[in-house]
């Protein structure tokens, strides 16, 4: 037996294809996951939903986070802060992570994000305590599944602690022996490069300030021995240049092209103090940029080029980053603070609305290495989220329906996400899990995580 799903009589059905099409009053047919057909005729399906003065756009993708963030959000002691001292600070806080930790802020961060229209979720998790961090990777893989979201997980790692020269403490390193291992585990046990593919792992040694540069090289080369991508943080804050420039005599980029971090199969997180050559050596390599707004602005990192980076065809996708940095999960949000802090600092050559919306989309499926997602078209797969136009803040809104999110944007819950044609937002709640219950033992883990400290 098939599953299968027809939404019927859709207002407009932002699609983010090549065409940049928009149909009006339409039905989607979705079956086995995929999306079977896009017109007036009437399929018979498991599950119908009346898509009447709904707007459907392709779910969302975030390109870079850290869930276990969520519980160490609106913190009085950092919100001065940046980058650096910032982390130092938070450090002493995230070596109390566990187990309960990571599963709840899991439900937590992903579940947020998914209330606000995203169904593809890449998370970099790079905190592994010595006392209790062997099965993290392996509980987010069982609570995203649970969720219903496609995930894209991180072995993340930091080597090089305070006593070598680096930031982090020395509860939280780990040796590469271990490390490399347990990457390779993961790979093994989780990654699933086929079409439609729900669970992918991803390398992510946390920074060139936390990591050696042995540990870059063969990340490198164990990633590219299993087909599997390479994610780390750069080029976010001057004080990383200067880390470089007089440790290793390079800046950034050039640092990490000399480890072998550059092409298709690599994206960045941050990417703001690129200079003009550096630009060029990305869109030769198509190296890739997750684009984080808020995180970007709350740290007072700086404002990343992404009008250039268009320009020059670098593969850009957009990002909440983690939740102590945001202090939330929502692209939605992200879409329309990009788009006014780009506007107010390129004027003309800033991203429309529209553009912000596909880096949300189509962008994202470029960084994470896959083409079923990020657009609605025939053969792709049924990830999407609806919108019920009637409402007053959109009053007056609906001529440019591609645009809307950037320009207007969305700050109720969706009304629906649906994955791979199967519901796991409805009304704006999450369908799988037990809200309440996520809300009442987040906060219990959160408390005590906190009065450690
Ligand atoms: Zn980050």
Not at 70 to 92: A, G, I, K, S
Not at 280 to 299: D, I, R, Y
């Amino acid at each position: 037996m098939k599953n299968s799903l027809l939404i019927k009589n859709i207002s407009y059905l932002v699609t983010c294809d090549e065409q940049d099409r928009v149909f009006e009053n339409v039905n989607l047919y979705i079956e086995d996951g995929a999306i079977k057909y896009i017109g007036n005729d009437a399929y018979n399906a498991d599950e119908v939903i009346d898509g009447k003065d709904m707007i459907v756009y392709p779910g969302l993708i975030n390109t870079h986070h850290h869930l276990y963030q969520t519980f160490t959000r609106n913190l009085p002691q950092v919100q001065n802060m940046e980058l650096f001292d910032w982390l130092t600070t938070l450090y002493e806080i995230w070596k109390g992570l566990n187990s309960d930790i990571i599963r709840y802020s899991t439900y937590v961060g992903v579940g947020e994000l998914m209330k606000n229209g995203c169904t593809t979720c890449f998370d970099h998790h790079y905190v592994f305590p010595q006392e209790e961090s062997d099965e993290f990777i392996d509980i987010q893989f069982r609570t995203a599944e649970e969720l219903g979201v496609r995930f894209h997980a991180s072995r993340g790692s930091m080597s090089l602690s305070k006593k070598d020269g680096g930031l982090p403490p020395d509860s939280v390193v780990q040796t590469i022996d271990k490390i490399l291992y347990d990457s390779e585990r993961l790979i093994k046990t989780y990654h699933d490069g086929s079409q439609f593919s729900t669970r992918q792992v991803v390398l992510a040694p946390c920074s060139p300030f936390s990591v050696t540069g042995e540990l870059m090289k063969e990340s490198a080369i164990l990633a590219r021995k299993y087909g599997v991508r390479l994610h780390t943080h750069l080029a976010e804050t001057i004080d990383e240049e200067k880390f470089t420039t007089e440790k290793f005599g390079m800046r950034p980029l050039e640092y990490m092209e000399s480890l072998g971090w550059v092409g298709e199969d690599v994206w960045y997180a941050h990417g703001i103090h690129f200079n003009d050559e550096e630009l060029k050596v990305l869109a030769k390599t198509k190296t890739g940029v997750a684009h984080c707004p808020v995180s970007n602005m709350k740290l007072s990192s700086g404002v990343a080029r992404i009008p250039e980076m268009l320009e020059m065809d670098i593969p850009v996708g957009l990002a909440v980053d983690g939740s102590a940095s945001n202090d939330g999960s929502n692209l939605l949000e992200e879409m329309r603070i990009g788009y006014l802090l780009h506007r107010l600092h390129s004027s003309r050559k800033a991203p429309t609305g529209y553009d912000m919306l596909k880096l949300a989309t189509k962008g994202g499926a470029k960084l994470l290495g896959r083409n079923d997602i990020g657009e609605l078209s025939i053969g792709k797969a049924g990830d999407l989220f609806m919108i019920n136009k009637n409402r007053i803040e959109f009053v007056g809104t609906q001529y440019d329906p591609k645009s809307l999110l950037g320009t207007v944007g969305f700050k109720g819950k969706v009304d629906y996400t649906i994955v791979g044609g199967k519901i796991v937002v409805k009304d704006g709640k999450l369908i799988n899990v037990d809200e309440e219950k996520v809300i009442y033992e987040g906060n219990k883990l959160v408390e005590k995580l906190i009065s450690n400290n």
